[in-house]
């Protein structure tokens, strides 16, 4: 059973609009979520996270959008560049008090930034 | 500041033959994970450790997967007998995790690509 989802593969937009991702989930223990980037045969670099106490969060270019009510948030791309084309993935983890919980993460979005 | 370092990058091994992983955390990390990652999947969590007490490990395939962390820094992940399934690429990562604030932001290496043959 997948705790965290999302549901589009691969996305293409073109240079200089808005990307937006999107990333559901299901376990409402999580209560601190992340995107990370990854480039082909690189590790995950993070890139904006928020806590649950917010809905929004920005860094530049960069917005993510938190609705805990629908279980879903988002990333707003804006705008988009072509290094920006990676693949993207939607991480959540619960804070349990005892110790850093392990991030659960969905499949991935790959992102293509069309020129 | 220098990132998670890890080796091999590649290995390429014939089934049934032992493997092994290193990983050496960012300076001050305290708590050090393991993930596993498949082709079109994201990662996997196979064992999280706080210094050199493995915390989590319920994700680790006993059987064949261990793990250690000497001293609270390095790690080595280990796969004997290696299976075809285990064709993946294995990704080390820390945290300075925030208990204050429950905010977890993991740095991750590169990653360690097996083939299993």
């Known amino acids: 059973d997948q705790q965290v989802k999302q549901n589009s593969p691969s996305l293409s937009v073109q240079e200089g609009r808005i990307s937006i991702l999107n990333c559901d989930y299901t376990?409402?223990?999580?209560?601190?979520f992340l995107w990370y980037k990854k480039y082909p045969a690189e590790g995950p670099t993070f890139l904006i996270s928020?806590?649950?106490?917010?809905d929004k969060n920005e860094d530049g270019r960069f917005t993510v959008f938190l609705n805990k009510s629908a279980k879903h948030l988002s990333l707003h791309i804006v705008p988009s560049q072509p290094g920006d084309s990676a693949v993207y993935f939607c991480?959540?983890?619960?804070?349990?008090?005892?110790?850093?919980?392990?991030?659960?993460f969905g499949k991935g979005t790959h992102l293509i930034i069309q020129p | 500041e220098a990132g998670v370092v890890q080796s091999p990058r590649y290995k390429i091994i014939e089934k049934k033959q032992p493997v092994a992983f290193w990983c050496n955390p960012i300076?001050?990390?305290?708590?050090l994970y393991w993930y596993r990652q498949n082709l079109g999947q994201g990662p996997e969590l196979l064992i999280r450790?706080?210094?050199?007490?493995?915390?989590?490990d319920s994700q680790l395939p006993k059987d064949r997967f261990s793990a250690e962390r000497l001293k609270g820094v390095d790690s080595t992940l280990k796969i004997q007998p290696a299976e075809l399934g285990d064709s993946a690429v294995y990704l080390c990562?820390?945290?300075?995790?925030?208990?204050?604030?429950?905010?977890?932001?993991?740095?991750f290496g590169a990653g360690s690509r097996l083939t299993v043959l």
């Open positions: 928020i806590s649950s106490i917010k």
């Open positions: 991480a959540a983890s619960a804070y349990s008090g005892g110790g850093a919980d392990g991030l659960t």
């Open positions: 990562a820390s945290s300075p995790w925030d208990r204050g604030s429950g905010a977890n932001v993991l740095t």
């Open positions: 300076s001050g990390h305290n708590t």
């Open positions: 450790y706080e210094n050199e007490e493995a915390v989590d």
């Open positions: 376990n409402s223990m999580f209560d601190y």
